[in-house]
């Protein structure tokens, strides 16, 4: 009779040895997907968003929705007028069919694209240093395709929405956008010296933003008459007294005269944290320095540096602008300069 091991250690050998053909697997594909891809550049998933280029960062979507001031306002080609589920809704999205006041009579043909606008009226600022309104602040909102044209009425599909569609946008003709080049990314500097180039404002920034960031479309109060064009960069700087946060009027010298602590052990007014005394010879209590003062009287100190905008549009007394790097946030109403 045949005699048979049936210790523990032999039952657990054939499970060993399967774990083991099964581990070798994937370190062995591993390990020869190391060997082929060295030597290969690195993949774009690879590459560190803060490498990528700055016209990347202008996407389609904030050339296609960024809107514009305008200082001659186009002629509609039409309007929306209805949509299919009308009674059921009032805003549209991509995918709604809408009804246009515009077809065969007017040359509408099927397969073509209109831009959506929604003017909002003549725009002022307090910022700017250009006298009257820069002209008619208009929204990009999407735009349609035409599927079926009637004799006065055509049939059109939402393509693209920046925003709800509503009854009374109107159609333009779909214009061809210019994407600035690209450049190399570089640290920003903070303390730039100003080119001597034109300069002009943050008048506005798209959905009313007034902290801005890395990405977000602003309007500034430069454009065609000024020379600048579609892929000039522009730094961002504070000008003095803007964006102010901490107020001088009257200024709190801890620990100099008044507190909590004894006398005898806080230093009395020898205080680390009050300021100097005007005559170094006088008395501890005598008369301190003061901010307003020190700022008032000092030479030319660098201007603040916040941030950089590159121009997408330009119109005739502006132009439009997506923030490619921030030291901080950018505010509304912050200087910009060609560089």
């Not at 210790?7 to 994937?26: D, N, Q």
């Not at 977000?216 to 600048?228: Q, Y």
């Amino acid at each position: 009779m045949r005699s048979y091991d049936t210790s523990p250690a032999r039952k657990l050998l054939p499970l060993v040895l399967l774990f083991c053909a099964f581990a070798h697997a994937p370190a062995s594909a591993q390990t020869a997907a190391a060997a082929e891809g060295q030597g290969r550049p690195e993949t774009a998933a690879q590459t560190p968003s803060s490498a990528r280029p700055a016209a990347e960062r202008a996407r389609n979507r904030e050339a296609a929705c960024s809107g514009f001031i305008e200082q001659a306002p186009q002629a509609a080609l039409g309007q929306i007028v209805g949509a299919e589920e009308e009674r059921e809704r009032s805003i549209f999205a991509p995918g709604n069919l809408v009804f246009i006041d515009a077809g065969a009579q007017s040359g509408v043909r099927v397969g073509q694209e209109f831009s959506v606008v929604r003017p909002r009226g003549q725009f002022r600022s307090k910022f700017s240093r250009k006298s009257g309104p820069l002209g008619v602040y208009t929204q990009e909102v999407g735009r349609l395709r035409v599927v079926r044209v009637r004799d006065r009425v055509s049939v059109a599909e939402v393509t693209n929405a920046c925003e709800d569609l509503l009854f009374g946008d109107l159609l333009r003709p779909v214009q061809a956008r210019e994407v600035p080049p690209a450049r190399g990314e570089v640290a920003l500097d903070h303390f730039a010296e100003p080119t001597g180039k034109q300069t002009g404002r943050i008048v506005l920034a798209r959905d009313g933003r007034e902290v801005l960031t890395r990405d977000n479309v602003v309007f500034i109060d430069l454009g065609a008459e000024d020379n600048v064009r579609v892929g000039d960069y522009l730094t961002v700087f504070r000008p003095e007294g803007h964006g102010v946060i901490v107020e001088y009027d009257k200024e709190i010298e801890a620990n100099r005269r008044d507190g909590f602590q004894s006398e005898r052990l806080r230093g009395g007014g020898f205080s680390i944290q009050s300021h100097r005394v005007r005559d170094v010879n006088g008395s501890s209590s005598g008369p301190t320095v003061k901010t307003p003062s020190i700022k008032r009287h000092r030479p030319q100190v660098p201007r603040k540096v916040v941030g950089e905008v590159v121009v997408t549009r330009v119109e005739g007394r502006t132009a439009t602008a997506v923030v490619t790097r921030v030291a901080q946030e950018v505010h509304t109403g912050d200087a910009v300069e060609v560089q």
